[in-house]
């Protein structure tokens, strides 16, 4: 039989959780291979220039933001940042409403101006006093009561996992924050801001500090696999597919994008709705709950990348079903979801030569900087556990 090239590590998944982990390996002195089975660099992060040129997000907008200066001071070794307050609206009702749920929705709400007692007071009188609230629909209803859980997030719940929010754990909402005063910023993180170049030139920055990092675009793990003797394989794809679904497929939602490009005098026709020069909607991202909308947002990234060009692009996304054809953007957070993750994690502890991280890997909803410290800290246990028995290559 051939001899096999000989590497230390086979990395399946060329985005966060593939790229970071590979470049601490790397810099070590570790021998890394990274595959990836689609023709591009960044995972889900990975944005590019369409043909207008405007820089998009094709896999979703995606911002970045972390609470955690060790995440953000490894990135920042690749990227400058372009600073960002990612503000967004909910339109229902004919209108557009300031989201989250603040101060000023409130007003919106009652149609004249108010202030922070008086919207204290009236969140006493509506929240529902639950101690431990379990899953989505409790953790919105112990903040704002029904009226305004039924406006915002019952239905852009239902459109978007095909679930209840009953059906679904507290984090999913619970992830969206709701204000007494009048921030309306959408995110909560002390650090928000996106590379300044972009992700995919960030990830390009990554590679070119792995020392020796090969990189194999389109290809798969089971043509990979058979062509490599390697110590160590980093697993960042979905788990059930590694263990070829034998407890059965955990599930995912998929999404459909539909793009649409503005400019000339097609652009500045719309800024009377915009109000903003060279922009289309009036904030990055507007979301539609209501369930007769068949999409769930249409995200203008320009708002956030700042790109000077007369031409901008707006992206609807409509929630699918995941089927093996369609990519597997989200976990579907349940409890028995968790059960069956837990039969897989249960199987993936037993290995001692296989690491599954991220977001498909661990099956979690996990935003650009949590994978980042999983990656991180994995690869510090590899660095620990390999040290001494690998001899790094020169
Ligand atoms: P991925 O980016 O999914 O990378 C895994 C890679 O592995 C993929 O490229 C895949 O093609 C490859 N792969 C899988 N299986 C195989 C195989 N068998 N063989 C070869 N290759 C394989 N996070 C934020 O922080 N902020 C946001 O605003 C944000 N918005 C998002 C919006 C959307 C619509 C989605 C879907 C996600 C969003 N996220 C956001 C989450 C973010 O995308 C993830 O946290 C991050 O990209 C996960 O990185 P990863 O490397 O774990 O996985
Ligand atoms: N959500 C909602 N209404 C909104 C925005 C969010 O009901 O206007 C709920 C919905 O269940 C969504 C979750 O909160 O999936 C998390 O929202 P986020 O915008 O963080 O979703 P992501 O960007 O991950 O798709």
């Known amino acids: 039989m051939e001899d096999l090239p000989e590497i230390d590590f086979l990395i399946v998944g060329a985005g966060f959780s593939g790229l970071v982990s590979a470049q601490r390996l790397c810099q070590a002195g570790f021998r890394c291979v990274v595959i990836d089975n689609r023709n591009h660099i960044g995972g889900n992060a990975y944005d590019c220039y369409d043909e207008a040129g405007v820089l998009i997000h094709p896999y979703g907008p995606h911002y970045f933001r972390s609470n955690s200066a060790r995440i953000v001071s490894y990135l920042s070794q690749f990227t400058e940042w372009h600073e960002v307050s990612y503000q967004i609206k909910s339109f229902t009702q004919q209108k557009f409403w300031s989201f989250p749920i603040n101060l000023n929705t409130f007003e919106e709400w009652l149609g004249r101006p108010s ?48 679930r209840h929010p ?22 909560t993180e002390s650090f928000q801001a996106m590379p300044a170049a972009g992700y995919t030139a960030m990830f390009e920055k990554m590679i070119e500090q792995s020392p020796g990092l090969v990189l194999r675009l389109n290809t798969s793990f089971a043509e990979e696999k058979p062509r490599w003797s390697y110590r160590h394989l980093i697993f960042t794809g979905p788990i059930d597919a590694y263990y070829d679904h034998c407890y059965g497929s955990l599930p995912y939602r998929s999404l459909r994008f539909e793009r ?42 320009k708002h956030a990348t700042g790109q000077k060009i007369d031409a901008t692009t707006v992206v609807r996304e409509f929630p ?58 994995e690869a510090e246990k590899l660095l620990q556990k390999y040290q001494s028995t690998l001899s790094p290559s020169s």
């Open 115 to 162: 202030t922070e007692l008086e919207w204290r007071d009236y969140l006493e009188n509506q929240r529902i006093a639950i101690e431990h609230p379990q899953n989505s629909e409790e953790v919105i209803l112990t903040q704002v009561g029904w009226d305004f859980y039924r406006m915002f997030f019952e239905p852009y719940t239902l459109k978007q996992w095909k």
């Open 320 to 377: 699918e079903d995941w089927t093996p054809d369609k990519e597997p953007f989200y976990p579907v957070p349940t409890d028995a979801t968790a059960q069956l993750y837990a039969r897989y994690k249960a199987r993936a502890d037993q290995e001692t030569n296989v690491s599954f991280i991220g977001r498909l890997g661990t099956y979690r909803y996990y935003n650009m900087d949590q994978v980042t410290g999983m990656a991180l800290t």
């Open 260 to 301: 649409e490009t503005y400019s000339g005098e097609e652009l500045r026709a719309r800024e009377a709705i915009s109000g903003k020069p060279g922009l289309w909607q009036p904030a990055l991202q507007v979301n539609y709950p209501d369930l007769e909308v068949p999409y769930t947002r249409t995200v203008e990234i």
């Open 166 to 187: 009953r059906e679904l754990q507290a984090s999913v909402c619970g992830r969206i924050p709701i204000r007494l005063n009048r921030d309306d910023r959408y995110l």
